[in-house]
């Protein structure tokens, strides 16, 4: 099936690399605003940070929610960034979007369960949202479609997908194994969606970032999503593979040129 596919970011060419970056969490409006002016130093103008966080067990920091949209807002009038975000249920698209957010993106828990993707598609449908669909957690490349096909058949139109990794049982290098030969499977089957590494999720240590980074863009993938944090040894979630906005710009230089040179 050909699928009619839209620019996830219509002021930037097809053929532009997407380049997202920014913390894990929305912590502070202070943390938000001081990450993304270090980002645009960077010469990223695509930012991105989780508003919502429900954790895998209770207990943990589960996100700020409604006012992380304000200070997301904050970012998006004091810089001019396009701005990312996490939703696992339609109320979380309907307050993100009426927040206007301008990128929404579907996590692997919520990619693993086709009641809340219809859901998620059915609060969509008669928008002209921008929506990027993880992996889910599991290797099954179904799924995967799947969710992507609810979204299309909702009229959908600015649809990506991000590859992530996948668990597997037994030790791995990763924290999520990154089995390419599924995201390989995914873009035969949709050569016309554009795909994105997680290279955060996916090594899982911020020293993986920038050799699968480089594996990603040499396999040909259509950008990167990174998790920046200004102080990552702080951060309250996932603080061992995030990397500051100084450490993705040497990233950038060193392991990724080409697109550092497109970016600028």
């Known amino acids: 099936m050909n699928l ?16 997202i970056a920014g913390p894990c969490s929305a912590e502070s409006e202070e943390q938000m605003l001081a990450t993304a002016r270090g980002l645009c130093d960077a010469g990223i103008d695509i930012f991105r940070a989780g508003v919502w966080k429900p954790r895998t067990r209770p207990g943990g920091f589960e996100g700020h929610g409604r006012k992380a949209l304000e200070w997301m807002a904050a970012v998006k009038r004091e810089t001019g960034m396009t701005t990312a975000t996490e939703i696992g249920c339609a109320a979380h698209a ?20 086709p009641f809340a993707m219809q859901e998620i598609a059915d609060s969509l449908a008669g928008t002209d949202a921008a929506v990027l669909v993880k992996n889910p957690v599991c290797a099954d490349l179904d799924l995967w479609i799947g969710a992507v096909e609810r979204l299309y058949l909702a009229g959908i139109r600015r649809l990506g997908v991000i590859h992530r990794g996948f668990k597997v049982p037994g030790t791995t290098d990763y924290r999520n194994a990154p089995l390419w030969e599924i995201a390989e499977a995914f873009r035969r089957e949709f050569p016309e969606i554009p795909m994105l590494c997680d290279p955060s999720h996916m090594g899982g240590m911020r020293e993986r970032v920038a050799p699968l980074s480089a594996e990603a863009i040499a396999r040909g993938y259509d950008g990167l999503i990174i998790e920046s944090h200004l102080d ?20 950038l230089a060193e392991s990724l ?4 040179a497109a970016l600028r």
Do not use: N, Y
């Open 94 to 113: 309907r307050e993100a979007l009426e927040a206007g957010i301008d990128i929404l993106w579907i996590g692997a828990r919520t990619t693993s369960s």
């Open 257 to 260: 040129p080409e697109m550092a």
């Open 4 to 19: 009619d596919i839209h620019p996830i970011i219509t002021t930037t060419a097809s053929s532009a690399p997407l380049l």
């Open 232 to 251: 990552p040894e702080s951060a309250l979630t996932d603080a061992r593979q995030q990397v500051t906005p100084a450490m993705l710009s040497s990233i």
